[in-house]
């Protein structure tokens, strides 16, 4: 069983990837997490986050400790990763992973659930379930400053929701892989749901495909 969630940012999905992981025993990759270390890596190196030629080598040398590193989740990262992931060879180097983890989940498990932003029309385009999380820019922009601000940083919201709103731009308007719904995808609009309640609707969703 594959479980492809797509949606931008702090609509939720990573939440509900983990949740659904948990409760169905499945293998969970969150595949943002590979472009942010790709694009941690060339912040390290001092390149420029449009040099290609920096991002291109990041990609093809990706050590697996760099996936626990706290700073994958800082406001800088998240914008180099919406640049670098833009980029074809990048994406053409983390595909062939992401495939591989679908296609056979880590220590036996049964399933995988993938979460990302081309997941139901790129990488895994044939998954048994696919989802599309989202939610308004204003409470995206809300549960990431908050988030931010748990973390001690020192953040606007106003200044939040314009660098939410440029990455939604730049993962759209990409043209390699950009962030749309699949047809066949689920849409979840999280807006006013908690995630006990998301979890409940793509958990019937999930059980009633498996029955199939």
Do not use: W
Not at 23 to 37: C, E, I, M, P, V
Not at 56 to 82: F, N
Not at 199 to 211: E, L, Q, R, V
């Amino acid at each position: 069983m594959i479980i492809a969630i797509d949606g931008p940012a702090a609509a939720g999905k990573g939440t509900l990837a983990r949740k659904l992981a948990k409760a169905f025993n499945y293998a969970y990759l969150d595949t943002g997490s590979l472009y942010r270390a790709v694009a941690l890596k060339v912040i390290r190196s001092g390149a420029a986050p449009e040099d290609v030629t920096a991002a291109v080598e990041a990609s093809r040398s990706l050590d697996g400790a760099i996936l626990s590193d706290p700073a994958l989740r800082d406001e800088e990262t998240g914008s180099v990763a919406s640049v670098v992931s833009s980029l074809a060879e990048v994406r053409a180097n983390l595909l062939d992973f992401q495939r591989n983890f679908a296609s056979s989940p880590p220590d036996g498990k049964a399933g995988a659930v993938i979460d990302g932003r081309d997941i139901g029309m790129v990488v895994c385009p044939d998954a048994d379930v696919k989802f599309y999380v989202t939610a308004s820019d204003e409470e995206r922009a809300k549960r990431r400053f908050l988030e931010l601000e748990a973390r001690g940083e020192t953040v606007k919201l106003d200044k939040v929701l314009a660098d939410m709103k440029a990455r939604d731009a730049s993962d759209q308007a990409r043209a390699h892989s950009p962030l749309k719904k699949a047809e066949d995808a689920h849409l979840l609009d999280t807006t006013n749901l908690d995630i006990e309640a998301v979890f409940n609707k793509a958990s019937a969703i999930i059980k009633g495909a498996s029955k199939r």
